[in-house]
């Protein structure tokens, strides 16, 4: 019966059947081959969204659409401040301003769109490849991952069981090596291929006034954190505060925000937001079902019959999940293998913490791989060539991440530091 349930789901996702149905219609196959009533799968199904956790994901994806208004040439404006000087000062300007702008919304996809939208025609007008430049703009979906608030540490943080708000700080770091990281390529990459800096002379005054631009977009990151770590706020809370905090920014600060054009962003918020609570939906009862005939357990006897080293299993999983990442959305990942690799690095010593962000790096990189690689195909638009135009740049930027990943895993402080200190 078992195989049923993964038979049907493998060859539902090969012909293209949506993550959600293509789960829902394996559990149903289960169900009609197994002597349990159907009607659970709709308990399952309903249980699986009537959390108060899972309220946060319609609103930071409306939030993230909001700032999109205002915020993004603000925030690159800032960054080319900051590091106009550098070798490639408009490419790592375009990185830190891609940091700052998944701080701020959360979807790697709205990074990208947002920042590679004004960050692309520059980067090209001054010289840069077209490869390099859609190459780091897709990397904007990975920070944005990592970088709290994280739509998909919402996710991880309701499949596993583990605090959001220690999943926000434990992004910190990786998310800051990994803009670190992307800075020290371009700059790399920039001496070696003669690209401009890009600098553009500023007054005083002029310095000043782009600096106050961009303090009120970077305050929502400050407002969400430390509202958490105080108790002021739940993160369930903190997305309707970052939405509120957007809004009033869009409308009433910057003016960029009409009636017209908030309508079409709810709209497309509030269908984003459905896809991923379908899948969330669909993947309750497949959890019940892994739950119920123990296949986490089975999986997991399974490796360590192959090896007990934990290196091995380590990288093991790993590789499945850059394997799984190329094909298949972050959600649907994060829903699906969670409740069945969780229980294994746990047993290898690794915190639920910890995993969950070794799980979205891998997830990140899946991201800027190739056939799904929703973000690479995003950049590449933006600067209009082809994804296999955008090799072997786009190799540079998967090797950093995944330095960054190695990281993750053999330093564990890398991702419970923070945690560890600032909350009890």
Partial sequence: ???????????????????????????????????????????????????FTMMALP????????????????????????????????????????????????SGVASTAAVGGIMGPEMVKDGYGKGITASLM???GAMASLIPPSLVMVVYGASAGASIGAMFLAGIIPGLLTIGGL????????????YPTGYQETTGREKVQIVLDALLPLMMPVIILGGVMSGTF??????????????????????????????????QSAVSSAVILL?????????WILAVKNIPQSFTSWLLDISSNPVVITSMITLLLLI???????????????????????????????FGIVLLMNTAIGSLTPPLSVCLFTGCRIVGIRVEESFPDILYVIGVVFVVLLITIGIPEASTFLPGVLLP
Wanted: positive net charge; hydrophobic residues 60%.
């Fill in 59 to 106: 609103m930071f994806m409306l939030s993230g659409a909001i700032m999109a208004y205002g915020s993004s040439p603000r925030l690159m404006r800032l960054a080319r401040l900051i590091l106009g000087k550098v070798p490639g000062g408009v490419g790592a300007a375009g990185c830190a301003a891609l940091g700052f702008f998944g701080a701020v919304s959360g």
């Fill in 138 to 140: 897709a990397a904007g």
């Fill in 279 to 287: 899948i969330i939906s669909s993947a309750s009862p497949l959890g």
């Fill in 324 to 354: 799984l990442g190329t094909f298949m959305e972050t959600v649907s990942i994060i829903i699906l293998m969670t409740p069945i690799l969780l229980p294994i690095m746990v047993s290898l010593g690794m915190t639920p913490i910890q």
């Fill in 1 to 51: 019966m078992v195989g049923v349930l993964f038979g049907v789901l493998v060859v539902s996702l090969i012909i293209g059947v949506p993550v959600g149905f293509a789960i829902g219609i394996s559990c149903m196959a289960f169900l009609m081959t197994s002597d349990i009533s159907a009607v659970i799968l709709v308990q399952k199904m309903t249980d699986g969204v009537s959390s």
């Fill in 183 to 194: 800075i020290a390529l371009i700059m790399f990459l920039a001496k070696r291929r003669n």
């Fill in 234 to 267: 739940t993160p369930t809370e903190s997305a309707v505060v970052a939405t509120v905090y957007a809004f009033l920014l869009a409308v009433f600060v910057y003016k960029e925000l009409t009636l017209k054009q908030f309508v079409q962003v709810a709209a």
